[in-house]
C-alpha cells in the first residue's frame, strides 16, 4: 500500500480541521480491510486537500436531474432578494454532489491516466472546486452578502474549469496507449455532459445575479444593452436567433480560415432566417462554430472555397396537437407565485424547435473515416500531426471554445463533433451527419426549444 | 373487361371479408367476428418441413446473376432451374417457419393466415418439382414458377394489412423485424425465379438481341447492366408527376424535379427495384410540396423544385431527394419505418383494403397485352404500363414472363392520395436487400431529405436476412 502523504500546503476547511483519516468507501475491495489511520492515500499532487469522507458521502447522493423548469424557477430578472437567496441556494443543493460525482469518476480511471499531468490537473481542479463550496454545505445562503460572496465562489469555480476540454484532450490523447477507447469515450461521454449540466448551473446563478443585483442602486437594468437582456433569463435567451449566431460564427471561423489558408468561405441562409426559439446561446455558438469550422475546412481543402455553405434554417411549426394541457403547465412551475414577477411556466414537451441543416460541398466524408466521426481524440489529421508540438492546437481550441483569442488552427483535437452532439443532446436535440462521398456532407442540427417561456 | 375475368368472385369474396375486417378491427367489437369468418390454418405433419429448414440458402450477388447471363448455355440455363428449383423451397421453408413461430392469435389473422396457406402451398408445390435435366422439364419449371409468381402478387398489401391489424398483438420491433425478414425473403425468391424465366426467355428468343435497340440490350435477365441514376430518376419523376396531376387536378402546381452531380454514373441493378424506390421517394416529395401549397393561402404559386444530387463514389452512388414539403410532422416520424407502427394506421388500413383490386386490374391489363384501355382512367396505370413494357423488353405472348414486376408496378402507379403507409419501409428493405441504404433526415417545418446508397459495383451478395433476425433455425 502506497503511504506517501501530500503535500501540506493545503487549506484545510474548517469541519474536517484535525480530521486527516481517509476512509476508504469509493473502493469497495480495500474498504474490507480499513486502512489504519497512518496509511495515507496517494493522490496525485494536490494543493488541495478535501475529506474522502465528504467527497464519498456526497458522490452517494444521486444526481438531480435538471431541467429547464429548475433554471427558470426563479422568475425572470431582476429577481427581488428572496428569489436570488433561493437561487444561490438551489444551486448549492445541486453544484458539490455533481462535483463529488467527477471526482469519483476520475478516481476510477487508471492510475497511469490520473497521474498524467493534464489530467491530473483537471483533478485537482474539480477537488479545489469542491474545497470551496463545502463551507457553505451545511449553511443556507439568507443575506445578500453570503450570497455575493457565493457568486464569486461560483465565478471562480467557472473560470477554473474554462480550461478543461483541451486539457482533457490532451492528457487523453498522451494517455492512448494506456486505456482503451470505449473506456475513455465512456468516461468522456459522462464527463462532458455532467461538465455542460454544472456549468449551466452556476452560470444561470451568476447570471441571475448579475441581472438582478438587488444589492446595488436601482438603475442596473436601465445600463445594460437593455434589447438585448430584456429577451434573457440568466443564460437562456428567450428569443435567440439562430441565424444571427450562424452569422457571428461563420464571421469568426471564416477568418481563421483566411488566416490558415488564404480562402474566405462563404455562406447563405435560406428557410426561415427570421425565426427566433429560446436556448443557451453559448450552447449554440459553440455547436455551430464546430460545425462551420468542419464544413469550411472541407470546402477549402478540396478546393471549393468558391462554393457557398448552404444553411437552412427550419423553423418547427407551432403544434396543432399534443399541446400540454394545463395541469402540465402547472406542475412545471410549482413556484414564482410572486405578482410583482409572474410566474414562467416552461413547457417540457411539444415546443417549437429549429432544424438547422449545413450543406457543404467539400467532398464528403470518406467511408472509412465515416464510423470514427462521433469518437473522441479523433482527428481527420494523419498520425505525426496527432501530437503537435504544445501550443498550437490548445490555442485554437481556446480559441475556438470562446475563452481565448487568438487561434492559428482550425482544427483541434477532434472534440469538436462529439462534443457539438453532447451540447445538442443536453436538451433533447442531435446532430445527424449524411456524407455524399466525393460531392459533400449534409449535417442537420435539431434543437428543441426550451420551452414558451410566456410572461 | 374486369367482369370477364374468372377470379372476379375470388376477388370480390376477397374484397368483401376484408372490407369486414377493417370495419371489425376499427370497432373493436368486431374481432371474435374476424376469428370466426376465418379458420386458421390447418396442422401439417413438420418432417418435410424441417427438412428443408434446415437447409442453408445460396445467397448470389448482382454479378453473379449478370455474368452467369451473359454467356448463355443449355448446360448453364438448366444449372440455373436447379439452383432455383431448390433454392425456392428452402427459402420458402425459413419463411414459414419464421411464421411458424408468430404467436397463434398472429397466424389466425384472415390476412397472414392467407398468406401462410400460399406459402405453404407453394412451398409443397415446388419442393416436389423433379430435378430439371432437359430444356422441356426446363419449359414445364418456368410454367410452375410463372404461376407461383403470380399467385403470390397480392402478399404485400395481405401482409401489410394482416401486420396492421395485429399490431396490438405482438411487439412493434417484433413485427417489424418479421416483416423485414419475409419482404426481404420475397424479393430474394421473385429475383431469382425471374432472373431464371427471363434467362430462358433471352435463350428461346436468340433472335431478340440483335434486332433490339442498345438500351434493351443491356439487360441481362432482369438486371440492367448500366443502370443510370438520372434516367431513372427523370422517368419516375414524370411518371409520378402524371399520376399527381391526374390525382390533384390540371390547376395544382406540380413542382419540378433539378438534377444535379455526377449524372453519368451507372451501376447494375434491376431495373423494377430502383423504380420503386426513387417512386416512392419521388412521390413522398411531390404530396408534402403539393399539400403545404394548399395549406398556404392565396393563390398558387410555383413550388419550390425537388433537388436530386446523384454522387458517385468508388463503391457507392448516393442518390439524395431534397424536397422543400414541409418535412415529417414530430408524431410521425418514430414511426416512418415501422409497417405496423404510427398515428395513420387506421387510415392506412383501408386504404391497403384498394390495392389488391389494383394489382388485379393491371394484371389484367398485362395480359392483355398492355395496350388496352384502362377500365378507370383515374388509376392511370397505363401510363404506367407504357413505361414498363418500354422500359423492360417487348412484351411477349408468355403470361408467365409477363408477370414480372406487377406487384410492385400496382404500388407505384397508384393514386397519389391512396397513403399505404409502406412506402418508406417497403424501399428500405429493397434498398438494403442489394446492399445499399436508405436514411431520411427531416426538418421540420421546411422539407425532407432522402439518401439512397446504391452498392455501385453489384459484387455485393443479396442480404437476405436483417443481421438481428433469427434465421434458418
Known amino acids: ?455 | 373487361m374486369l367482369r370477364t375475368c374468372p377470379q372476379k368472385a375470388q376477388w370480390s369474396l376477397g374484397l368483401t371479408r376484408r372490407a369486414a375486417s377493417c370495419v371489425g378491427i376499427r370497432t373493436s367489437v368486431g374481432v371474435p367476428q374476424v376469428r370466426r369468418a376465418h379458420a386458421p390454418p390447418p396442422w401439417r405433419p413438420a418432417y418435410s418441413l424441417d427438412q428443408w429448414v434446415a437447409k442453408e440458402a445460396r445467397p448470389i450477388s448482382l454479378r453473379q446473376l449478370m455474368v452467369f447471363g451473359r454467356t448463355l448455355t443449355e448446360s448453364r440455363l438448366i444449372g440455373s432451374a436447379n439452383y432455383v428449383r431448390t433454392e425456392l423451397p428452402t427459402r420458402l421453408a425459413h419463411r414459414i417457419r419464421d411464421m411458424q413461430t408468430l404467436p397463434y392469435v398472429v397466424v389466425t389473422n384472415p390476412h397472414i393466415s392467407q398468406v401462410y396457406e400460399l406459402y405453404y402451398k407453394a412451398f409443397e408445390g415446388l419442393r416436389r418439382l423433379p430435378e430439371v435435366k432437359t430444356l422441356e422439364d426446363n419449359e414445364r419449371f418456368c410454367e410452375k414458377v410463372g404461376q407461383s409468381l403470380q399467385e403470390h402478387l397480392t402478399v404485400i398489401p395481405k401482409l401489410a394489412m394482416g401486420v396492421l391489424e395485429c399490431r396490438g398483438l405482438m411487439g412493434q420491433a417484433d413485427m417489424d423485424r418479421f416483416m423485414n425478414t419475409i419482404l426481404r425473403s420475397r424479393i430474394s425468391r421473385r429475383v431469382i425465379a425471374e432472373q431464371h424465366i427471363a434467362l430462358t426467355e433471352t435463350f428461346h428468343n436468340p433472335h431478340h438481341f440483335p434486332e433490339s435497340p442498345l438500351r434493351e440490350a443491356e439487360f441481362v435477365g432482369e438486371v440492367l447492366v448500366k443502370c443510370n441514376a438520372k434516367d431513372v430518376v427523370t422517368r419516375c419523376g414524370q411518371e409520378v408527376a402524371a399520376l399527381a396531376q391526374i390525382a390533384y387536378g390540371p390547376s395544382t402546381l406540380i413542382p419540378s424535379i433539378n438534377l444535379s452531380g455526377h449524372l453519368h454514373a451507372t451501376f447494375p441493378y434491376i431495373l423494377s427495384h430502383i423504380e420503386y424506390i426513387i417512386g416512392e421517394l419521388l412521390r413522398n416529395s411531390i404530396q408534402g410540396i403539393v399539400e403545404r401549397q394548399k395549406a398556404t393561402p392565396g393563390p398558387p404559386t410555383k413550388p419550390p423544385p425537388i433537388e436530386v444530387t446523384v454522387c458517385e463514389a468508388q463503391q457507392h452512388v448516393i442518390i439524395r431527394v431534397s424536397d422543400q414539403g414541409g418535412g415529417i410532422p414530430r408524431d410521425v416520424l418514430p414511426h416512418i419505418w415501422s409497417f405496423s407502427k404510427g398515428p395513420r394506421s387506421d387510415s392506412t388500413l383501408q386504404n391497403l383494403n384498394q390495392v389488391p383490386k389494383m394489382a388485379a386490374t393491371l394484371q389484367e391489363l398485362r395480359v392483355e397485352g398492355g395496350k388496352t384501355t384502362a377500365p378507370d382512367p383515374k388509376s392511370s396505370t397505363i401510363s404506367k404500363m407504357d413505361i414498363a413494357t418500354h422500359n423492360f423488353r417487348s412484351s411477349s405472348p408468355k403470361s408467365g414472363v409477363l408477370m414480372h414486376d406487377s406487384s410492385l408496378a400496382s404500388l407505384s402507379s397508384r393514386d397519389p392520395n391512396l397513403r399505404l403507409g409502406m412506402g418508406l419501409p417497403l424501399s428500405r428493405v429493397y434498398a438494403e436487400y442489394w446492399a445499399g441504404s436508405l436514411e431520411l433526415h427531416s426538418l421540420e417545418g421546411y422539407g425532407v431529405d432522402a439518401f439512397l446508397q446504391i452498392s455501385k459495383l453489384g459484387n455485393k451478395n443479396e442480404q437476405l436476412t436483417m443481421r438481428a433476425s433469427m434465421d434458418a433455425v
Not at chain 1, 429577451?231 to 441565424?243: C, F, K, M, Q, R
Not at chain 1, 438547422?356 to 469518437?375: C, Q
Request: charged fraction near 20%.
Open chain 1, 1 to 455: 500500500m502506497i503511504t506517501i502523504c501530500r503535500p501540506l500546503r493545503y487549506y484545510l476547511p474548517r469541519a474536517q480541521r484535525g480530521d486527516l483519516q481517509r476512509k476508504l468507501s469509493t473502493s469497495p475491495g480495500l474498504a474490507r480491510h480499513p486502512s489504519p489511520s497512518a496509511h495515507r492515500w496517494s493522490h496525485p499532487p494536490s494543493s488541495t486537500i478535501i475529506s474522502d469522507n465528504d467527497v464519498a458521502s456526497l458522490a452517494s447522493k444521486s444526481l438531480h436531474a435538471l431541467s429547464l423548469a429548475d433554471l427558470v424557477k426563479h422568475g425572470r430578472p431582476p429577481l427581488p432578494a428572496p428569489a436570488l437567496f433561493s437561487s444561490a441556494n438551489f444551486t448549492l443543493s445541486l453544484l458539490p454532489i455533481r462535483l463529488a460525482h467527477r471526482i469519483q469518476a476520475l478516481r476510477n480511471l487508471p492510475f497511469i491516466v490520473v497521474s498524467n499531468p493534464n489530467i491530473s490537473k483537471i483533478y485537482n481542479n474539480y477537488l479545489h472546486s469542491l474545497s470551496t463550496l463545502l463551507p457553505y454545505n451545511h449553511k443556507t445562503i439568507s443575506n445578500l452578502q453570503d450570497e455575493i460572496k457565493f457568486t464569486e465562489v461560483l465565478a471562480d469555480l467557472v473560470e477554473t474549469h474554462a480550461h478543461t476540454i483541451p486539457t482533457l484532450a490532451r492528457g487523453f490523447l498522451e494517455c492512448r496507449k494506456y486505456i482503451n477507447p470505449t473506456e475513455v469515450t465512456r468516461f468522456l461521454d459522462g464527463h462532458l455532459r455532467a461538465r455542460i449540466g454544472t456549468r449551466l448551473i452556476a452560470e444561470q446563478h451568476i447570471a441571475l445575479h448579475m441581472s438582478s443585483q438587488p444589492h446595488s442602486p436601482p438603475n442596473p437594468v436601465e445600463e445594460q444593452i437593455p434589447d438585448q437582456s430584456a429577451s434573457y433569463i440568466g443564460v437562456i435567451d428567450t428569443a435567440l436567433e439562430p441565424a444571427s449566431i450562424i452569422n457571428s460564427c461563420g464571421n469568426f471561423v471564416s477568418e481563421i480560415c483566411e488566416l490558415k489558408y488564404g480562402v474566405r468561405p462563404t455562406w447563405i441562409i435560406d428557410g426561415e432566417p427570421d425565426t427566433t426559439f429560446a436556448y443557451v446561446p453559448v450552447h449554440l455558438e459553440y455547436i455551430i462554430t464546430e460545425l462551420l469550422k468542419n464544413a469550411f475546412r472541407a470546402t477549402v481543402e478540396s478546393g471549393r472555397g468558391h462554393e457557398p455553405i448552404i444553411i437552412t434554417i427550419a423553423a418547427e411549426p407551432e403544434s396543432q396537437r399534443g399541446m400540454p394541457t394545463s395541469s402540465t403547465i402547472e406542475s412545471a412551475s410549482p413556484s414564482g407565485r410572486d405578482p410583482t414577477n409572474p410566474p414562467i411556466r416552461p413547457l417540457q414537451t411539444s415546443t417549437p424547435g429549429v432544424t438547422i441543416r449545413i450543406r457543404d460541398r467539400g467532398g464528403g466524408i470518406s467511408p472509412d473515416v465515416l464510423p470514427n466521426i462521433w469518437s473522441y481524440s479523433f482527428t481527420t489529421f494523419s498520425d505525426e500531426d496527432d501530437l503537435p508540438p504544445g501550443s498550437g492546437n490548445m490555442d485554437a481550441l481556446n480559441a475556438l471554445s470562446g475563452t481565448a483569442g487568438g487561434g492559428s488552427s482550425i482544427a483541434g483535437l477532434g472534440y469538436g463533433l462529439p462534443l457539438g452532439r453532447a451540447y445538442a443532446e443536453y436538451f433533447g436535440g442531435g446532430i445527424a451527419v449524411q456524407s455524399l462521398y466525393g460531392w459533400g456532407s449534409d449535417v442537420y442540427l435539431r434543437l428543441k426549444g426550451l420551452g414558451r417561456l410566456d410572461i
